[in-house]
């Protein structure tokens, strides 16, 4: 089973939509969760977790963790914040240091495939994605990337805000019109073909694992 996850705090966006692609490219059977919504703490070092690999805290990174455990291989996307991943990708993924205590690593093996969504020059989400997948003993296999949706677009002040995106791309708008909006990842042809190339191999390499290519 292939898990997708999208750390993005839009339960309908561009991570999603690229999570999604490359999923359904693996013709394996998947699974997909997003993060919107879910209440995420970051790792608060309790060391509860050193005796049996089992984090102690009581939130809904649990099911997360359970899933990717059960998985075979992990599609992790997430967007650009201020040059580096996201709140809820960073708490994520530093959980996952509960699954390596005392040379154990239980995600040891899985392939990964990383997406960043946005992300300026220097941008660490990638790199932060892929270090943590390679700290956990993953084979990193693919990765992708996507022009993101700025929430200027959508806040309601966009138009007329001098510090926002949108100003700095077009200008002061009486009125944002979908020509101003940035590419839904269906129209960003070369991501498109990356997602659908990235999970084709992914999927090939899961069956020749089997024994079934």
């Given amino acids: ?17 690229a999570v999604r692609a490359t999923l359904d490219a693996t013709g394996e059977e998947t699974n997909f969760v997003s993060l919107t919504g879910l209440r995420i703490n970051g790792c608060t070092g309790c060391l509860g977790c050193a005796g049996d690999n089992v984090c ?14 059960e998985a075979d291989a992990i599609v992790f996307g997430a967007p650009d914040y201020y040059g ?10 530093e959980r996952t240091f509960s699954f390596r205590h005392r040379e154990r690593f239980l995600l040891a093996g899985k392939l990964g495939v990383s997406i960043q969504i946005d992300g300026r020059a220097g ?4 790199s932060f994605i ?25 806040c309601g ?6 510090i926002g995106n949108v100003v700095a791309r077009h200008g002061f708008l009486e009125k944002i019109e979908e020509s101003h909006l940035p590419p839904h990842f269906c129209a960003q042809e070369e991501a498109r073909d990356k997602a659908r190339m990235t999970g084709r191999i992914l999927g090939s390499m899961l069956r020749a694992r089997r024994g079934l290519e």
């Fill in 1 to 17: 089973m292939v898990l997708g996850i999208s750390a993005s705090g839009r339960a309908e966006g561009i991570t999603v939509e």
């Fill in 56 to 69: 102690k805290q009581a939130d809904d990174w649990n099911q997360i963790g359970r899933a990717m455990l």
């Fill in 84 to 93: 580096t991943i996201n709140g809820l990708g960073h708490a994520c993924l």
């Fill in 123 to 126: 941008s660490t989400v990638r």
């Fill in 130 to 154: 892929e270090m943590l997948m390679g700290s956990n003993k993953m084979a990193v296999v693919g990765n992708l990337a996507a022009s993101g949706f700025s929430q200027c677009y959508t």
């Fill in 157 to 162: 002040y966009g138009g007329h805000c001098a």
